[in-house]
């Protein structure tokens, strides 16, 4: 069965780290590109950033920049994100998601059909 499972998240108080993982199964994940995603309470879900199966970075919420970071460890079969200086406006369910075309991430977040597989999310939430 293919598919995507994050962990990582919890309760943290502002200013805080967590790293979160995206573990595959079933697949190479080192052959996709994979997104991060968020949704917070009542609001639509948002792209965060992507990584390439190279490993480049493509950031899609500016507010991330220089907060959060995105790797990837093919031996693990695992896609990371490390989340610095968490801020309350940071707390929302976090998602990874496959690029269903293949290894390069697209210019912006696009579609949710854009994107083939998808994790049940891991909950992120900054307070004090």
């Known amino acids: 069965q293919l598919q995507l499972v994050e962990s990582g998240g919890g309760l943290v108080q502002p200013g805080g780290s967590l790293r979160l993982s995206c573990a595959a199964s079933?697949?190479?994940?080192?052959?996709?590109?994979v997104g991060w995603f968020r949704q917070a309470p009542g609001q639509e879900r948002e792209g965060v950033l992507c990584?390439?199966?190279?490993?480049?970075?493509?950031i899609y919420t500016d507010s991330v920049k220089g907060r959060f970071a995105i790797s990837r460890h093919n031996d693990g079969n695992t896609v990371n994100l490390q989340i610095d200086s968490l801020q309350p406006e940071d707390t929302a369910v976090y998602f990874c998601?496959?690029?269903?075309?293949?290894?390069?991430?697209?210019?912006?977040?696009?579609?949710?059909?854009?994107?083939?597989?998808w994790g049940r999310g891991t909950q992120v939430t900054v307070s004090s």
């Open positions: 990584i390439s199966g190279s490993g480049t970075t493509t």
């Open positions: 998601a496959r690029v269903r075309s293949g290894h390069v991430c697209y210019d912006g977040p696009g579609k949710e059909s854009d994107y083939d597989i």
């Open positions: 079933g697949f190479a994940l080192a052959h996709y590109a």
